[in-house]
């Protein structure tokens, strides 16, 4: 990540100061022959020589004169520390201050800014600031306890400067819950160094009893007017400690989140996605910020645990043993093209599928085959469970042999079961399927409508499932352009009924025109109501904004 780390203090005598301060350098080209610990040449003589630079930066007489010992981390002959990613080749430098020139104003400003006008209600807590010209900042001010200071504490912060602004935004739960745990651990161990320090000589009484003036405030706590963060924490290897921290923090942030490249407008399933994303880490940043966050975010394990993470199911299914569908021409082949094709329809319903099978791996399977019928938005799993969940909670269902299911659920036509029981045989011939060799299939449901005319999407997805010619990547596109093709005639439909509030005539008349009618209206109309409930809140949001924006422009 193209950021730096630093750590600021508000001094009693000098005002706002840098303290720590963590950079990442990147390598200016790649070298395959270099080896580790071999300077690299134009990169200013090495390691050595760029920590010299920041030496002789920091040791002019000018700042020795200037600096308390509560305004001085490391001492000018300390070459600072430095952390290699043997992975990237990054360096991570760490000193009192940047080794440029350019970075040294830039954490200036953002000190000066933190510990002055750009703080939250209460002086404690987060709070984004910056502009396009000296970098953004993401900055978290806190206190820290001191039995010699002014109101017993001091005022610390952890700045994060950096040049790109969404990202530094859409980092801002990963940095606030990271920054809490460094910043909990020297408040607590700061806490502890007060304490015994106010069990031998207590200055609230003994202050009370004096009588200064603000002037000799200073000279009368014998010199200590500024103390450093290592004697306030009474940490041997405080500075070393924090390298550590904020190297990690830097590292992490930066391989967290990746560009992508997206030709045109991100898709429906790509902004749902990023939604999920976003929501996950704001309900853990919630959690872990309230009082007994640490009880309540256990709370949150098995809903993941159920299937809502819908990005990890797939690196879990490698994990798990026995056969698994490959494909959905692998499905079909295995269930037959009947069973395959009713299964097929109460997917695309919106009805719920139940999966019965003593094999969780070979469920999951045949559940990732499955979704890629739906829309992101549409899919609710939950890949295996000990007991029966309603249709409400997850669309996909897989349970254990021996859960019974319940009346309602087997006599609705809005389910469908699939039992798996195991063969009797021996084993596996040659060219024989595994899995058909191993289990048999038994599709059931008090569905009574006909899956065998739409919706016209199945139609066109068995036509090239069925095409032996067409490989599985090809059917995998086509599937995705079929898909891409019913969600803007989603988008459509829901501009035009749910946003306009036109009629049943007009809606009708726009279904033509949209292809959903003739053979198999019913099941395209099914369809693409279902489908809008996996419209993306960016987008319901964008239109309703846009609708509402057109509606005031005649008046203004």
């Known amino acids: 990540m193209n950021a730096l780390v630093a750590l600021c203090h508000f001094c009693e005598l000098h005002g706002p100061r840098t303290l720590f301060c963590t950079e990442a350098l990147h390598p200016p080209s790649p070298d395959p022959s270099s080896q580790v610990g071999t300077p690299v040449p134009g990169d200013r003589d090495g390691d050595r020589e760029g920590e010299g630079l920041t030496m002789r930066a920091n040791s ?30 990054i360096r991570f430098l760490s000193h009192q201050h940047p080794r440029q020139p350019q970075l040294f104003s830039v954490v200036r400003q953002a000190c000066v800014r933190s510990l002055s006008c750009e703080v939250c209600p209460g002086r404690e807590g987060p709070i984004f600031f910056g502009d396009e010209q000296h970098g953004f900042v993401f900055s978290h001010t806190f206190f820290i306890k001191d039995s010699l200071a002014r109101g017993f504490q001091r005022w610390y912060s952890i700045v994060l400067v950096a040049m790109d602004r969404i ?28 304490d015994s320090e106010q069990g031998v000589c207590p200055q609230r009484a003994l202050r009370m009893n004096s009588v200064f003036s603000p ?17 306030l924490t009474q940490h041997p290897n405080l500075w070393a400690s924090l390298h550590c921290s904020f190297s990690w923090l830097l590292k992490a942030s930066g ?147 021996d859960v019974p299911i319940p009346a309602h659920v087997s006599t609705s036509e809005f389910s469908v079961l699939v039992d798996i029981s195991l063969k009797n045989c021996q084993g596996v011939a040659a060219g024989e399927d595994e899995i058909c ?11 009574t409508q006909p899956t065998d005319r739409g919706p016209t ?27 891409e093709e019913w969600m803007n005639k989603v988008k459509v439909l829901f501009k035009f009924s749910k946003v306009d509030g036109r009629g049943r005539e007009d809606t009708q008349k726009v279904l033509a025109l949209l292809g959903a009618t003739g053979p198999g209206e019913e099941d395209n109309v099914r369809l693409l109501k279902y489908w809008m409930t996996g419209l993306s809140k960016t987008y319901k949001s964008h239109l309703m904004t846009a609708v509402r924006g057109g509606e005031r422009s005649p008046s203004q």
């Open 215 to 231: 002037a000799v405030f200073p000279h009368q706590r014998s010199g200590n007017a500024a103390r450093s963060l290592t004697s």
């Open 437 to 447: 060799a191993r289990y048999q299939f038994a599709i059931s449901s008090a569905n």
């Open 255 to 401: 391989s967290r989140l990746t560009e992508k490249l997206l030709e045109g407008a991100p898709t429906e399933d790509t902004l749902v996605l990023i939604e999920r994303q976003t929501e996950q880490e704001e309900e853990i940043s919630c959690w872990e910020g309230a009082e007994g966050g640490g009880s309540k975010s256990q709370l949150l394990q098995p809903e993941s645990e159920l299937g809502l993470d819908f990005l990890r199911e797939a690196s879990k299914l490698d994990d798990l043993p026995g056969p698994k569908f490959k494909s959905l021409r692998h499905l079909r082949q295995v269930l037959g093209v009947n069973d395959f094709r009713q299964l097929a329809w109460h997917v695309l319903m919106g009805n719920q599928v139940i999966w019965r099978s003593a094999d969780p791996g070979l469920i999951q399977s045949a559940f990732t085959v499955l979704k890629s019928l739906l829309p992101v938005g549409c899919v609710r799993s939950v890949p295996y469970s000990a007991q029966y969940e309603e249709a409400y909670k997850c669309n996909f269902l897989g349970l254990s042999p």
């Open 457 to 483: 999407l199945l139609n066109k997805l068995e036509v090239a499932l069925s095409n032996e010619n067409l490989s599985v990547d090809v059917v995998s596109h086509c599937l995705l352009c079929l898909k």
């Open 167 to 194: 990202y530094l935004i859409n980092s801002w739960p990963f940095l606030l819950r990271h920054l809490k745990l460094t910043i909990h651990s020297l408040q607590s161990t700061a806490l502890k160094v007060f």
């Open 60 to 89: 002019s007489a000018t700042q020795r004169g200037e600096m308390c010992e509560g305004c001085r981390s490391l001492p000018a002959s300390h070459p600072g520390f430095v952390s290699i990613d043997d992975e990237t080749g």
